[in-house]
């Protein structure tokens, strides 16, 4: 039996972590990925031994716990609770339930958490996107949630391995390589004071984006312009894209401006979609440094002027 629990413990930590992903999307919060697992594994090791069989965080349930204005742990607690007495007390009552009720509910709960508004910038990204989000799209709908997730993560898991192998390049340095690479040094310049300066260093895809949460996770530390330089951010997936504009987002719920400065080939491209100038501005992505730091200068003058 190693065999299936090892399978059962690993499709319950895949759906019980996408359902985390989906309420940190939907309240803005963080969930702690270690405790999640580590609490879901204590309970599915003692359930047994009462006669219970494994449970797993479930998207349906905590969208539908979210829409309802759930905001801590003490909402499932209740959710429990609830559950118990019903089957405790109300359960024959609950029998008579029209299925077509249930039914209907579950459309309605469906069609919530599908957030069909971010399908318009899923089809703005690359093909390879579009395509691994079609056919987990599609296995969803048609097969399972677990199969669609594992296909999905395997499919994700190449078009990493292929954009990681996109960005390597090999080529002779030249006298025009150094000469357009210097406006982006920062030897010789002067970082103001009301600058916080940031960068990205590597492929910033699916997996690394949790680095940019924890190294922003007190906005309070930072000053009134953020600068995050992606000169060597060498390549961006959709989840990278979603990061920058989730940290655009609680830069400007804190008071505070970002700007972007210096993207390569591949994440130039990306950061020109409508849907992401709109959360950053097209005068807020700046060719290099030097243009940035120009810009944090106007920024900070305009807030000042707001200000006073």
């Given amino acids: 039996m190693i065999p299936s629990a090892f399978t059962v413990a690993l499709l319950a930590a895949l759906e019980s972590m996408l359902s985390a992903v989906v309420a940190?999307?939907?309240?803005g919060d963080r969930h702690n990925p270690n405790v999640e697992l580590v609490a879901q594994g204590i309970a599915n090791m003692?359930?047994?031994?009462?006669?219970?069989i494994p449970a797993t965080g479930?998207?349906?349930?905590?969208?539908t716990n979210i829409r309802s204005g759930a905001r801590s742990p003490v909402s499932g607690m209740v959710h429990a609770l609830?559950?118990?007495?019903?089957?405790?007390?109300?359960?024959?009552l609950a029998s008579y339930i029209p299925l077509t009720?249930?039914?209907?509910?579950?459309?309605?709960?469906?069609?919530?958490?599908?957030?069909w508004h971010e399908i318009g910038g899923i089809l703005e990204l690359g093909f390879t996107a579009i395509m691994v989000w079609l056919v987990t799209f599609a296995l969803t709908v048609f097969a399972d949630l677990t199969v669609a997730v594992g296909v999905g993560m395997a499919l994700a898991a190449l078009v990493y391995i292929y954009r990681i192998a996109e960005t390597t390049t090999v080529s002779p340095v030249t006298d025009d390589y150094i000469r357009d690479g210097l406006p982006h040094t920062l030897q010789g310049r002067i970082v103001p004071p009301y600058v916080t300066l940031l960068r990205i260093h590597g492929p910033f895809l699916f997996g690394t984006t949790e680095k940019l949460v924890e190294?922003?996770?007190?906005?309070?530390?930072f000053e009134p312009v953020v600068i995050l330089r992606l000169r060597n951010m060498t390549a961006i997936d959709a989840t990278g894209i979603h990061a920058i504009e989730s940290f655009a987002k609680r830069l400007r719920g804190a008071g505070r401006s970002l700007i972007l400065c210096g993207a390569m080939e591949q994440p130039?491209?990306?950061?020109?979609?409508?849907?992401?100038?709109?959360?950053v501005g097209q005068e807020n992505i700046m060719p290099n440094i030097q243009a940035a730091l120009e810009r944090a200068t106007e920024l900070y003058e305009e807030q000042h002027k707001l200000a006073s």
């Fill in 24 to 27: 940190d999307g939907m309240t």
């Fill in 46 to 52: 003692v359930a047994p031994v009462f006669g219970g």
């Fill in 58 to 63: 479930a998207i349906a349930r905590t969208a």
């Fill in 82 to 92: 609830t559950l118990l007495l019903i089957l405790v007390v109300a359960a024959p």
């Fill in 101 to 115: 009720v249930l039914a209907a509910v579950l459309f309605v709960v469906a069609y919530r958490m599908g957030e």
């Fill in 215 to 221: 190294a922003t996770s007190n906005l309070e530390a």
């Fill in 268 to 279: 130039s491209k990306l950061v020109q979609q409508p849907r992401f100038i709109a959360q």
